[in-house]
């Protein structure tokens, strides 16, 4: 059983940023490809940006392209999700997720084959 715990969330003005973080108790997560997904009120959870296993394959949503950066630290316990030019639109409950080692960013980010799923972590964009 893996544990997804995220953090960071918050209270922003808009154009601000913030910075996620995915852990799993210290476990290492390089084992698994990791997902970034939100759900605001009244939609459905999507998929903002997920890494593969590796970290050499990414997939953006197009409304967070080249505003989101997702990525592994070197301790590989930790994935992030940086925002930058947060909007009001971006308010939401984000998740991280997980999914086996040999899934793909693609697959990943439509939400099939997450294995497992963290609490979730509130951001919340307003002046």
């Known amino acids: 059983q893996l544990q997804l715990v995220e953090s960071g969330g918050g209270l922003v003005q808009p154009g601000g940023s913030l910075r996620l973080s995915c852990a799993a108790s210290?476990?290492?997560?390089?084992?698994?490809?990791i997902g970034w997904f939100r759900q605001a009120p009244g939609k459905q959870r999507e998929g903002v940006a997920c890494i593969s296993s590796s970290g050499a394959s990414v997939k953006y949503h197009n409304a967070v392209k080249d505003r989101f950066t997702v990525s592994r630290d070197s301790d590989r316990t930790t994935v992030y999700l940086e925002m930058n030019s947060l909007n009001p639109d971006d308010t939401a409950v984000y998740f991280c997720?997980?999914?086996?080692?040999?899934?793909?960013?693609?697959?990943?980010?439509?939400?099939?084959?997450?294995?497992?799923w963290g609490q979730g972590t509130q951001v919340t964009v307003s002046s």
């Open positions: 210290g476990r290492p997560l390089d084992f698994y490809a």
């Open positions: 997720a997980a999914g086996t080692s040999d899934t793909t960013v693609h697959t990943l980010c439509q939400g099939t084959l997450v294995r497992w």
